[in-house]
Each structure stands twice: as structure tokens, then as C-alpha cells.
């Protein structure tokens, strides 16, 4: 039996290796391939030939159908995207300088004032739309004699340190603006009386009634007083604040990097204040490059070492490349004036003076500057004062020539003269290319009335030569090409009343008893007819009297690259730096979302 034999089952047979059947095997498999691709590929190619045209069709159909495929699949997700603005971007803006200050009580150029606005808050600001609104505070109660103003402060706003602005801040803002020890660029306040009714309440007594009162407080930066309290006025410029300032407003301070100092360039590098009471900005940093002139800014547009610009002339605007960069030129609420200094000369002569009126073509010295100048012919912003308000003088040289006649000044071959003596005039500017193409127009214009014109030109941030004490203070000059700021309110007094002459901003030395007591008035009233009313019979009076020339308003020029989000065309500006009240939606780039459908 099998199973009495274990050892025979158990046996493995013996395996043995032959290269011989191996090779034989091989061969035989080798032949069947090669019959194999004889018969089913080489024989057929013959077929696939004849069939290729088909084959191209349908590759091309299945091509076909998983491209339309994929654009199908595009087009639906795209159909829940759209573009938006990114957010945590550096927006980088260049200003010109210098910056000695980052305390806005002493702000003094378009560098210093741009950074007040993004670090410090104010009680009241202008909106987008250009109307005065609430900043800090949030209510505002006048009582019935119109003298004072009570205002609450929101509970919400903080420092950049953490601590709660509170009413005190605010009196301690108004008291060192009133001590002269502070020598602050903020002045007004001498004759106003501020109490802290409590933390969140502030009271303003005025010794009278000023209608315009409320625009003032957009001009008034709130500091710290927890920081500040025991600094002395006398010391508060050269304070450690001046440079590593705490504020309340939408951005806070990082650090300045000084570039070159013997040039001013630098860059004050802020960042998104996430505790701001109106919300974090968009922005995650915002830079304010700073540079010397309108030249060096020019440069940094073209080279991108900025993103945007500002403090550039219509002149220098045209330089910029459109395919890049968009600019906006937006109307803000000051005028350029030739200004006439009546008690000296030949310009205290009042038929002299209206015959500069007449002789003066607005229009082309507007064209100079570029299209679309807006004109300003009354001593208020075009709109401020309504009704019957007196109109442009018509340009009529032959007019003029006849006033001069009037005058005494007779033409003597090319030149007018009044005994043996020629008429001369001395004609002064401000470093500024809009000025001066419009300083050359307007002495080839006068020169065309028998007039020597003699111009000059000074800078204002140089400091050798003092344009304050050495020009504007000791008016000297005969005519003044300057532009004025008239702000929100038509309230003109600082630059027309008589007691504001010869130390003060009457640059015109300009005294009439009807204007005088027309601006005095016009500031008491409340009532808007009244007010009005007052303000049309100034006008009146001082067309009459050519204390000065109307030129054309000022215009802010604003350049940005094509891929940020800031100024906007439906903004009002009051002043230029009233672009930033809508800093907050500022953005730069953009980005996919999904979009609900």
C-alpha cells in the first residue's frame, strides 16, 4: 500500500536545468511574434492607412469635447468669482517735505500735515462728499446766544498706547495752542475758554459769536495728555514725542528711515491702527516717502519707488505716463491771487489798480496752467456766496489804457510814464512751476500795457532766504502771486479786514470801513441769508476797490499706479489732505472671491 511506503512519497524529483530546450523555446516563441506582427500589424497597414482619415476625426471630436468640457467647467466656477481689492497691502505715497515734526501742532509742510492727518484725530472733519462731520466726537450742542459749543467725545476712542481719549485731551490741546511759549503753527484760540464737563464732554466758550467756529475745529489734532502733561511748552518742538509721536487717528508710527539727510529724503513708516475707532483700515502699512521737490517726486513715480504721489503742480502732472499711472485733479478750496499792496507805490492808486483788473486776461493765465482750470474772480471759493454777487471784470486792454491815461500814466513810446518817471512794477512768486508759467504771462501782459515788470522768485523751504521775515512780513513787494486757503466757510477775515494788515495775512495791506464792517458782521451772523447778505456787499466793495486779482482756484494733483484703490473721482476735497477721509477703503492689488449665487 502507498501509505505503507512514506519515504517514496516524500521524495522531491530532481530538477535539472537545459540551456538547449531553452534556446529551442525561445526561438519557437521569437517565430510566433514576428508571424504574429507579420499578420496582424504589417499586413494591416495598409488598412489603417485607408482608415486614418476617420481616426484624425475622432481623435479631433474626443479633443473637441474635453476642451468644451473644460471651458464649461471655467465658466462655472468663474460665474462664482468676481474681482475684489486686496487687503494687508503697503501703499507707498510720496509728499514733499521736509519733516522736522511729527507733532501736528507744529506741522508746516505737505509731508508733516499728511502724516498728522493719518496719526491724530480731530473733533470734527470733512467727509467724502466735502461737508463738515463728526470725528472724535459725536454730538454737538450750541447754546442760544450762539457762544458755546458743547461736544461729547465716543467712549470708544483710545491712543495708539492703549489709554481712552478723554475730554482733558482736548483742553490740554487748546490751553498749549493758547501759551505762547509753545510757538505752535496752530493759532486762534487766545480768546476761547475749553472746560471737561467730565471725561466724555468738552464745553468751548467764545467771547462772541463766530459762525464759522465749527470749521475750526477740523484745524485743531488732538494730543495726549498723559504723555504730554509735564512737558514744559517752551520744549514741547524738541520733546522725544516730535518723533515717536502717540496718537488716536487710522494709522500708528513704526519708525522713520532717514535716506539721505542732506536732501530730506526719507520714509515715515506707519501701521493699521486695529484698535482705530471707525475700524482698522484696509491697509496693513502706508508709507510716506518724503522728498525735496516736485522734480524728486517725479522720479520716484517714474522709477516705482512709490505707488502714488502727491504735492506735484498741474506742470509737473503732464510728465507722467497715463499708460501707468492715473492722475486726478480735484479742486480744492483756496484761490491764487495776484495780490496788490495798496499803501505803497503806485499801487495805492485805485484807478492803477482796476486798470490791472481790466488789463488782465484770466482766461489765457488759467489756460497756462492747463484745461480745465476752475476760475475764481470773487475772494471766496465760486458757490460759497450766492445771489447777487458782482461778476468777472472783462478783459479790455484798450479800457485799461485809458485808466492808466486817467491816472497820469502816459505812453512814452513803449512806456507809460508820469513825470519823466517810467511805471514799475515789482512782482514776486513762490517756487512753484504753475506759479511761475502763469508770473511769465501775467508780465507779458502788462508789459503790453506800457508797464516795466520786474520778477523774482522765492523759495519758501529755503532757508537762507526767509520768505516769512524777508518778503511777506514787510510787504515787499508791489504785487504778491500767492494763494490764499479760504477753507469751508467764506469766512475771508484773516486776509481782507484792515486789522489784519501789516503784520497779519491781509497781505494787501487792503483797509475799506464798508468791508470791514461787512466781514465783522458776516462773522456773527448764523442766519445763512444774513451771513450771505453781508458777504455779497464785501464782494461788491472789494471788486471795486482791486485790492487784488482773482487767477484761477487751486487744484490738488493726485497720482496713483493703475493697481491701487484710493482717491476717487466723486470726492470733494476741502483741502488736500482731506483725501484721506476715505483712507480706511484705501487698497492695493486685487484678488479672487467666491461670490454667493
Known amino acids: 500500500m502507498a501509505e505503507n511506503q512514506p519515504n517514496k512519497w516524500r521524495r522531491l524529483p530532481k530538477l535539472s536545468f537545459n540551456s538547449k530546450e531553452l534556446s529551442r523555446r525561445m526561438k519557437k516563441v521569437e517565430g510566433a511574434t514576428v508571424k504574429h506582427a507579420r499578420r496582424f500589424v504589417f499586413k494591416r497597414m495598409d488598412s489603417i492607412r485607408e482608415v486614418r482619415r476617420h481616426i484624425i476625426l475622432w481623435v479631433l471630436t474626443i479633443g473637441l469635447i474635453i476642451g468644451a468640457s473644460g471651458l464649461q467647467l471655467m465658466w462655472f466656477q468663474q460665474s462664482y468669482r468676481t474681482t475684489a481689492n486686496a487687503t494687508d497691502g503697503t501703499y507707498a505715497e510720496a509728499v514733499q517735505g521736509p519733516v522736522n515734526t511729527l507733532n501736528p501742532i507744529f506741522a508746516n509742510t505737505s509731508a508733516e500735515e499728511s502724516a498728522s492727518a493719518l496719526l491724530f484725530s480731530r473733533l470734527l472733519t470733512y467727509d467724502q462728499s466735502g461737508h463738515l462731520n463728526y470725528d472724535l466726537a459725536n454730538s454737538m450742542t450750541i447754546s442760544p446766544d450762539q457762544t458755546t459749543y458743547t461736544l461729547s467725545i465716543r467712549p470708544d476712542a483710545r491712543w495708539s498706547d492703549g489709554v481712552y481719549v478723554r475730554a482733558k485731551d482736548v483742553v490740554f490741546t487748546v490751553n498749549l495752542l493758547k501759551d505762547p511759549a509753545?510757538?505752535?503753527?496752530?493759532?486762534?484760540?487766545?480768546?476761547?475758554?475749553?472746560?471737561?464737563?467730565?471725561?466724555?464732554?468738552?464745553?468751548?466758550?467764545?467771547?462772541?459769536?463766530?459762525?464759522?467756529?465749527?470749521?475750526?475745529?477740523?484745524?485743531?489734532?488732538?494730543?495726549?495728555?498723559?504723555?504730554?502733561?509735564?512737558?514744559?511748552?517752551?520744549?514741547?518742538?524738541?520733546?522725544?514725542?516730535?518723533?515717536?509721536?502717540?496718537?488716536?487717528?487710522?494709522?500708528?508710527?513704526?519708525?522713520?528711515?532717514?535716506?539721505?539727510?542732506?536732501?530730506?529724503?526719507?520714509?515715515?513708516?506707519?501701521?493699521?491702527?486695529?484698535?482705530?475707532?471707525?475700524?482698522?483700515?484696509?491697509?496693513?502699512?502706508?508709507?510716506?516717502?518724503?522728498?525735496?521737490?516736485?522734480?524728486?517726486?517725479?522720479?520716484?513715480?517714474?522709477?516705482?519707488?512709490?505707488?502714488?504721489?502727491?504735492?506735484?503742480?498741474?506742470?509737473?502732472?503732464?510728465?507722467?505716463t497715463s499708460d501707468r499711472y492715473a492722475v486726478n485733479r480735484e479742486p480744492i478750496n483756496a484761490g491764487v491771487y495776484a495780490l496788490f499792496n495798496t499803501t505803497v507805490g503806485v499801487m495805492s492808486d485805485k484807478v492803477v489798480r482796476q486798470a490791472l483788473q481790466a488789463g488782465t486776461d484770466t482766461a489765457a493765465l488759467r489756460a497756462v496752467v492747463g484745461k480745465n482750470t476752475p476760475e475764481i474772480h470773487l475772494p471766496f471759493i465760486t458757490g460759497q456766496v450766492t445771489g447777487d454777487v458782482p461778476s468777472e471784470i472783462v478783459y479790455d486792454k484798450a479800457n485799461a489804457g485809458r485808466l492808466l491815461d486817467q491816472a497820469g500814466w502816459k505812453l512814452e513810446g513803449n512806456v507809460r510814464k508820469k513825470d519823466g518817471v517810467p511805471l514799475r512794477l515789482s512782482v514776486v512768486t513762490t517756487k512753484n512751476n504753475d506759479f511761475e508759467r502763469v508770473l511769465d504771462a501775467m508780465a507779458t501782459e502788462w508789459r503790453g500795457l506800457g508797464i516795466t515788470v520786474t520778477t523774482s522768485i522765492v523759495d519758501p523751504t529755503d532757508p537762507s532766504q526767509n520768505v516769512v521775515q524777508n518778503i511777506l512780513q514787510p510787504r515787499a513787494y508791489d504785487v504778491l502771486l500767492y494763494q490764499l486757503t479760504i477753507g469751508g466757510d467764506p469766512d475771508v477775515y484773516a486776509y481782507w479786514h484792515s486789522s489784519q494788515a501789516s503784520k497779519g495775512f491781509n497781505f494787501s495791506n487792503y483797509s475799506n470801513p464798508i468791508s470791514d464792517d461787512a466781514l465783522a458782521s458776516a462773522r456773527t451772523r448764523i442766519e445763512p441769508d444774513l451771513r450771505n447778505a453781508k458777504y455779497v456787499t464785501f464782494a461788491k466793495q472789494w471788486m471795486a476797490d482791486a485790492p487784488a486779482i482773482g487767477l484761477f482756484q487751486a487744484t490738488t494733483q493726485y497720482v496713483s499706479s493703475k493697481n491701487v484703490h484710493a482717491l476717487t473721482d466723486t470726492q470733494t476735497l476741502i483741502s488736500a489732505t482731506d483725501r484721506y477721509s476715505t483712507v480706511l477703503y484705501w487698497t492695493v492689488g486685487d484678488r479672487l472671491v467666491q461670490r454667493t449665487p
Open 182 to 320: 509753545t510757538r505752535s503753527t496752530i493759532s486762534g484760540w487766545d480768546d476761547i475758554t475749553v472746560t471737561a464737563l467730565n471725561d466724555l464732554t468738552v464745553q468751548f466758550k467764545l467771547p462772541d459769536v463766530y459762525a464759522a467756529f465749527p470749521h475750526a475745529l477740523d484745524f485743531l489734532p488732538i494730543l495726549p495728555e498723559h504723555i504730554l502733561r509735564d512737558v514744559a511748552p517752551s520744549e514741547m518742538r524738541e520733546n522725544a514725542f516730535s518723533t515717536n509721536p502717540i496718537g488716536s487717528g487710522p494709522f500708528t508710527l513704526r519708525f522713520i528711515q532717514d535716506i539721505d539727510s542732506s536732501t530730506g529724503r526719507s520714509i515715515i513708516h506707519l501701521a493699521r491702527n486695529n484698535t482705530y475707532y471707525k475700524g482698522a483700515p484696509k491697509l496693513d502699512r502706508f508709507q510716506l516717502h518724503v522728498y525735496a521737490s516736485g522734480d524728486a517726486i517725479i522720479r520716484a513715480v517714474t522709477t516705482s519707488e512709490v505707488n502714488a504721489a502727491t504735492d506735484l503742480t498741474v506742470t509737473d502732472a503732464a510728465k507722467i
